[in-house]
């Protein structure tokens, strides 16, 4: 019911815009999230938004790069992905919920119980 997509190799300083298309019944997402996992690391979550679009939370490493956008029309999440660095690079996965959880919480990924299958992000030095 997710499906990411957008992924691809670029240079250092590079952009990419990644989509995550949610589809099926009448299901309404309250957050959906980007998490990546790069080899031999943990997944680590990336930056989540909830339906209304108004509260996001990013990761450190990403705030100022990274921009997350909600299409609700389209069920569709995007995250711009610019000033792309080499440690960006990873298998960026969406994942979703139906009720919200605190924003503390929004970036654990045991929260989730929808999961898109993944696309490969590599950033070349």
């Known amino acids: 019911q997710l499906q990411a997509s957008g992924g691809g190799l670029v240079q250092t300083g590079g952009t990419l815009r990644l989509s995550c298309a949610a589809s099926g019944s009448s299901l309404d997402f309250s957050l959906i999230t980007w998490f990546r996992q790069a080899p031999g690391k943990e997944r680590e979550g990336v930056v989540c938004i909830y339906r209304s679009g108004s509260s996001t939370i990013y990761t450190d490493s990403v705030r100022g790069r990274f921009t997350i956008s909600r299409n609700s029309a389209k069920n569709t999440v995007y995250l711009q992905m610019n000033s792309l660095k080499p440690e960006d690079t990873a298998v960026y996965f969406c994942?979703?919920?139906?009720?919200?959880?605190?924003?503390?919480?929004?970036?654990?990924?045991?929260?989730?119980?929808?999961w898109g299958q993944g696309t490969q992000v590599t950033v070349s030095s």
């Open positions: 994942a979703a919920r139906a009720v919200r959880v605190p924003v503390s919480s929004c970036l654990n990924s045991v929260y989730y119980n929808y």
